[in-house]
């Protein structure tokens, strides 16, 4: 008994013979140019529409309560409050003191004597 022939494991494509360069696409010109874009689309980035009120955001408040997991909060101001508490309870003091230095806060209350 011979033994069988084992199959090749790489098969390496073979090498076309003609160099085939991709033409570009013609334009409606007729002249060959590529184009930049899709037509419609604009090719400069343009400033957004959109015109804000003046308001921005200053302070967050982030609470995660997972069922069945710790509650955990996070209070945090461009003033520098930086401010995280876990557990229920604490959670819950850290939402009211939030809400607290909202009132309090120096970036969000008038200072005397300023302009308004």
Known sequence: MSPRPRPHLKCLP?????????????????????KGVAEGVPTAVRRD????????????????APRGAVPT?????????????AGHHKALALIADHTRHRELCPLRTRQEGAAV
């Open 14 to 34: 073979s090498t076309p013979t003609n160099p085939g360069i991709a033409e570009p696409a013609l334009t409606g010109t007729g002249d060959g140019a590529p």
């Open 49 to 64: 529409q959109q015109t804000g009120d003046g308001r921005y955001p200053i302070a967050w408040l982030t609470i995660t």
């Open 73 to 85: 909060a996070t209070s945090i101001c461009q003033c520098g409050r930086n401010l995280f508490a």
